[in-house]
């Protein structure tokens, strides 16, 4: 498939995958042909794993999301159900921890009042004995929510940076100034050091000063947006919605809004359309049937 690819596209700059064995194999073989070509891991796929790494050991994490789990299945359809744990995925479910990890955070920090006012047709006591029965097991893991917090705060700290400065030579240096404020505890640095190999090793693979793509989420979110504008369009507008697709990747600024209005003609965008696409099915259907339709005569 890469080779067809090829054939049709030319030689890539740089392939985002996650670790696959069968897609990491494929990409090897086609770099044994193009070795020029920069394969990234993914950092949404590698920090997952690093934690799926680490805490799918933890016995104790294991339990907090067994616990959570029965607690939003005895909390359906009860007056507490607004303040039950959010679902779990059933698949990647190292994607999404933040939900769980900052739900029971919110909840042991919750001051009792606002419970009370949520429900105001049950008394006070009848509350407190409710709260003890369905949530009382939280109390358990108070002294593991900091260091789960952390640790996410670790990795979804490194996937901002790359997903919206890229990867180059400069994102360890930068990553390490911004750990440098966390106060990351001691127990903590085993796993910090892995985020610090991951980026380590991708870094070694970019040969000069440019920057590269972590993640194909970026590539993702610009063809969702495209997919969300393009709704809104004509049909016939669909070709110039193409056009959006560059500017989605740009930082619009007034200035280059209004420099850019100010020094490019709609005709001389028409044309260059024109040039780029050519004619348009439509357009081309109306050529050859708009001339049939005049000489037909009405009986």
């Not at 990647?92 to 009042?113: G, H, I, K, Q």
């Not at 789960?148 to 979804?156: S, Y």
């Not at 750990?179 to 090793?201: A, D, M, R, T």
């Amino acid at each position: 498939m890469l080779e067809k690819v090829t054939l049709q596209v030319g030689i890539p700059l740089q392939i985002v995958a996650d670790s696959g064995s069968n897609l990491k194999k494929g990409i090897k073989l086609y770099q044994e042909n193009y070795p020029q070509v920069i394969y990234t891991y993914d950092v949404t796929h590698a920090m997952a794993n690093l934690l799926k790494k680490e805490l799918l050991a933890d016995e104790v994490f294991q339990s907090f999301l067994s616990d959570c789990h029965q607690c939003r299945q005895q909390l359906q359809q009860t007056e507490l159900a607004f303040a039950a744990p959010p679902s779990q995925r059933a698949q990647c479910r190292y994607f999404n921890l933040e939900r769980l990890v900052n739900w029971a955070t919110s909840l042991l920090n919750c001051p009792l009042d606002t419970l009370y006012q949520l429900m105001p047709l049950t008394d006070f006591q009848a509350i407190n004995e409710r709260l003890k029965e369905k949530f009382l097991w939280l109390d358990k893991y108070q002294n593991q929510l900091p260091s789960w917090r952390m640790m996410l705060k670790i990795t979804r700290s490194l996937e901002k940076q790359l997903k919206t400065l890229g990867l180059n030579k400069e994102s360890l240096n930068k990553f390490h100034k911004e750990l440098s404020f966390l106060g990351i505890s001691e127990n903590l640095e085993p796993f910090k050091q892995s985020v610090f190999s991951y980026l380590e090793s991708e870094v070694k693979l970019i040969q000069d000063d440019r920057t590269i793509l972590a993640t194909s989420d970026v590539l993702e979110s610009i063809f969702g947006q495209y997919k969300r504008f393009s709704k809104r369009c004509p049909l016939q507008e669909l070709r110039s919605m193409l056009l959006t697709i560059p500017i989605l990747t740009m930082n619009l600024t007034k200035t280059l809004i209004k420099q850019a209005l100010e020094t490019i003609r709609g005709l001389d965008l028409s044309e260059w359309i024109n040039e780029i696409f050519g004619q348009s099915m439509l357009s081309k259907r109306q050529a050859v049937f708009s001339s049939a339709d005049g000489d037909m005569k009405t009986a």
